[in-house]
């Protein structure tokens, strides 16, 4: 009998009803009666850099802004800081991550964002042409040999999922914010 027929069977029992109601909301709260693992998913935050799309792990994005209207240079700063932005009373540096890869200035328009990264010790908004939004995929999907890509980016990439002929692959920006590289913002 289903979880419906089994509850309407007990419309004229309110006690027996709110009970039966109580067992499927712990049920569906432990992922009992499912195969949790087949139903578990990855969720990722899809952009683009010129024409490659790739993905950001969601805990790792803390959130998704407009390019700010004002952002100031940094003296002495590399060219791909494009500066300082205040972001609701905290400063936010603002990284053109295309410029950074070597893939040449991110050109702003209204569909341009900043990912702002989720990390503790390195605050950093990255530049990105556009964000696509949420992008689901279970844990099947994935695999841990990235594509290769034209934004010469392999370094940072941690894998990829894989739908179809699709290919999405997971820039980790945990590595890009932890890398040597990346840290020496400043112009020699």
Not at 7 to 12: A, G, I
Not at 112 to 140: I, K, Q, S, W, Y
Not at 164 to 175: A, C, D, I, K
Request: charged share 25%.
């Amino acid at each position: 009998m289903s979880a419906t027929a089994s509850l309407k069977s007990l419309r004229d029992k309110p006690f027996d009803l709110l009970r039966e109601l109580e067992r499927l909301a712990r049920v569906a709260l432990t992922g009992q009666g499912r195969d949790a693992a087949a139903e578990r998913e990855w969720v990722g935050v899809a952009f683009r850099l010129s024409s490659e799309s790739f993905l950001a792990a969601r805990e790792e994005t803390r959130e998704v802004l407009s390019y700010p209207s004002v952002v100031t240079r940094v003296p002495g700063a590399k060219p791909w800081i494009r500066g300082i932005a205040n972001v609701r009373g905290q400063l936010l540096p603002v990284v053109d991550l295309r410029a950074y890869l070597g893939g040449g200035m991110t050109s702003t328009n209204r569909s341009t964002r900043v990912l702002v990264a989720n990390h503790r010790e390195v605050p950093a908004g990255l530049l990105v042409d556009e964000v696509l939004g949420f992008r689901r995929f279970a844990d099947g999907e994935f695999s841990a040999t990235p594509p290769a890509t034209i934004a010469r980016c392999e370094r940072y990439l941690a894998g990829a999922f894989r739908r179809g002929t699709e290919s999405w692959p997971v820039f980790s920006l945990r590595s890009l914010l932890e890398s040597a590289e990346f840290l020496q913002a400043a112009a020699s």
